[in-house]
């Protein structure tokens, strides 16, 4: 079955770690995403990437880094430089189409839990 | 940030009615799209809508854009308690796939 995979689906971490987390996808999409969603509010876009080994910056990057090694994979690592790193984390992907009309494929999320 | 707002931000109707509601964003848009999100899961997408086009449908799912007002409005017709979700609104503004959404409106439909 082709679709977008977040794992882990629950994650623990100690404030000042550095967490990653994973998201695969066998699409065969181009563009990937990253969002943040906090409780009882919309989407916010972390990074994204619209070719392997390139990426940018959305509306919150702070605190966050992303690679983009392979077509397939587009990790996000929450750094301890993120101030508030509990939230519910998305990704998603699309074809890359230019002016083409796409719609985005969400992987199931990860919720991220500071202790 | 190009970021869209639901109107209402939740909103509760008995099975069998009409559930409305609205998005409205700040900038030209090549598309507006809908998702559907249950909670504490990963969204879903329902209908996309081009700049050029006014209203679309899809099953009990209808779409309306008003470029000039920056505004669309989704109407789930004859609802039921599994559309009980949140609803999102997404925007895509230009190339490279940008998708910038709302703050959503949260549906109860109540058997």
């Known amino acids: 079955d082709g679709g977008i995979t977040q794992s882990p689906k629950y994650l623990f971490r100690k404030e000042g770690q550095n967490v990653t987390l994973s998201c695969e996808q066998n699409l065969n999409h181009d563009a990937m995403y990253w969002y943040r969603q906090d409780p009882g509010q919309g989407l916010r876009l972390i990074y994204y990437?619209?070719?392997?080994?390139?990426?940018q910056k959305g509306d919150i990057a702070e605190g966050y880094s992303v690679s983009r090694e392979k077509k397939e994979s587009f990790p996000l690592t929450v750094t301890s430089a993120q101030k508030n790193p509990t939230a519910f984390y998305l990704c998603?992907?699309?074809?890359?189409?230019?002016?083409?009309?796409?719609?985005?494929?969400f992987g199931q999320g990860t919720r991220l839990t500071v202790v | 940030s190009q970021q869209g707002e639901e109107d209402p931000q939740a909103l509760s109707i008995q099975e069998g009615e009409n559930a409305t509601m609205n998005c409205s964003y700040k900038t030209s848009i090549n598309n507006l799209q809908w998702y559907r999100q249950n909670s504490g899961r990963g969204l879903v997408h329902l209908i996309l809508?081009?700049?050029?086009?006014r209203e679309k449908h899809s099953g009990r799912l209808r779409v309306t854009l008003d470029t000039s007002k920056k505004s669309s409005s989704l109407l789930i017709t004859a609802s039921r308690a599994a559309d009980t979700a949140s609803y999102f609104c997404a925007t895509d503004i230009g190339t490279g796939n940008q998708f910038y959404f709302g703050t959503g409106t949260s549906l109860t439909v109540i058997p």
């Open positions: 990437s619209q070719i392997v080994n390139d990426f």
């Open positions: 809508i081009r700049s050029n086009e």
């Open positions: 998603a992907s699309s074809i890359l189409a230019g002016w083409e009309n796409t719609e985005a494929f």
